[in-house]
Nanobody, 125 residues
Framework: QLQLVESGGGLVQAGGSLRLSCAAS????????MGWFRQSPGKEREFVAA????????DYADSLKGRFTISRDNAKNTAYLQMSSLKPEDTAVYYC??????????????????WGQGTQVTVSS
């Protein structure tokens, strides 16, 4: 089992920034691709960003490129999502997830084996 705990969410004004953290425990963090997803009321969970296990390959939702940055610190067993120029439509619960598949990185929720409990991000206009 891999346990994931997100933190760093909160209320921010439009144009502001937040950094989310995802702390992992229980298994070797290095063995997992890490992803961030988000879900707002009435909508499906959507892909935000993902980062490979060790090569640092990153993928972003097209609409978020340039505003969001995913990173990881394998020594600290933590993944991060730096969000800038936030907009009210970025309001959602943000989840981190871990994928043990060693081949490539995925935008599909089905690929991810472990999930955190989520952290609320609210962007006011």
């Amino acid at each position: 089992q891999l346990q994931l705990v997100e933190s760093g969410g909160g209320l921010v004004q439009a144009g502001g920034s937040l950094r989310l953290s995802c702390a992992a425990s229980g298994r070797s963090f290095n063995d997992y691709t890490m992803g961030w997803f988000r879900q707002s009321p009435g909508k499906e969970r959507e892909f935000v960003a993902a980062i490979s296990r060790s090569t640092g390959i990153r993928d972003y939702a097209d609409s978020l490129k340039g505003r969001f940055t995913i990173s990881r610190d394998n020594a600290k067993n933590t993944a991060y999502l730096q969000m800038s120029s936030l907009k009210p439509e970025d309001t959602a619960v943000y989840y981190c997830a871990a994928d043990r598949n060693p081949f490539g990185i995925s935008r599909n929720t089905v690929r991810y084996d472990y999930w955190g409990q989520g952290t609320q991000v609210t962007v006011s206009s």
